[in-house]
């Protein structure tokens, strides 16, 4: 859920401010002006957020978010811990018999993480991350998508929150150079644990966005 002057990360600014233009005292009906980053709350990263030349997420087809998709349980990774490939294996090994992970279908990533630490810096300061390894194996299974509950970055907490090298962010390159979008900021992967979905990712259809704003569902029974 979207909230007046949260900040996204610590050193960005508000990423999302309501302003009302007509007021149903004065004017009758109530309208409101919205001023928000394309990557504020759950939202989808297009390529182009770190790849140049890379597609904007109105040219993303909707069949890269729409579909089957599993969730892997890795809950049993806490504070700054590693995702390498070895967790990521483990992790699809242990899906019940019959599910499995799908070439050109999403794959969520569960640690339980945001639902834990949401609304305090800890959620950036003390997340689980993926690894190099952990990104390359993903490309390596064909998803079309990864969705996250933690933050994917090793690095970038080691920076100056004013001063952030593109270095830091090599999880993102890697994953959106390979056209392995990020479905970020997941909330309640617990519910889902180990199944089958029918997901249903559906961004901002914004014209040359780097990202947009989404409402993620996950349809159980179908």
Not at 156 to 174: D, G, Q
Not at 188 to 217: H, T
């Amino acid at each position: 859920m979207l909230q007046i002057g949260k900040k996204l990360y610590p050193g960005g600014p508000a990423p999302f401010v309501m302003e009302p233009v007509m007021t149903h005292e004065k004017d009758g009906f109530l309208s409101t002006k919205v001023t928000m980053y394309t990557h504020v709350g759950t939202h989808i990263d297009a390529p182009i957020h770190f790849v140049n030349e890379g597609r904007t997420i109105d040219q993303l087809s909707l069949e890269m978010l729409v579909g089957r998709a599993v969730t892997l349980d890795l809950r049993d990774k806490g504070e700054n811990e590693p995702l390498d490939r070895e967790d990521l294996q483990a992790a699809e090994a242990a899906l019940p018999p019959g599910i499995a992970i799908e070439a050109g279908r999403p794959v969520l990533l569960c640690t339980g993480w945001l639902d834990k630490t949401w609304g305090s810096f800890d959620f950036w300061e003390k997340s689980p991350y993926l690894t190099e390894r952990g990104a390359q194996w993903l490309v390596s299974k064909n998803v079309s998508a990864a969705g996250y509950d933690f933050f994917q970055e090793a690095e970038w907490y080691a920076h100056s929150k004013e001063t952030i090298p593109p270095s830091a962010f090599k999880i993102h390159r890697l994953l959106l150079s390979a056209g392995v979008l990020n479905i970020e900021y997941l909330t309640n992967l617990r519910e889902i644990v180990g199944m089958s979905v029918f997901l249903v990712a559906s961004p901002i259809k914004i014209l040359r966005g780097d990202g947009a704003p989404a409402r993620v569902i996950a349809i159980v029974d179908f």
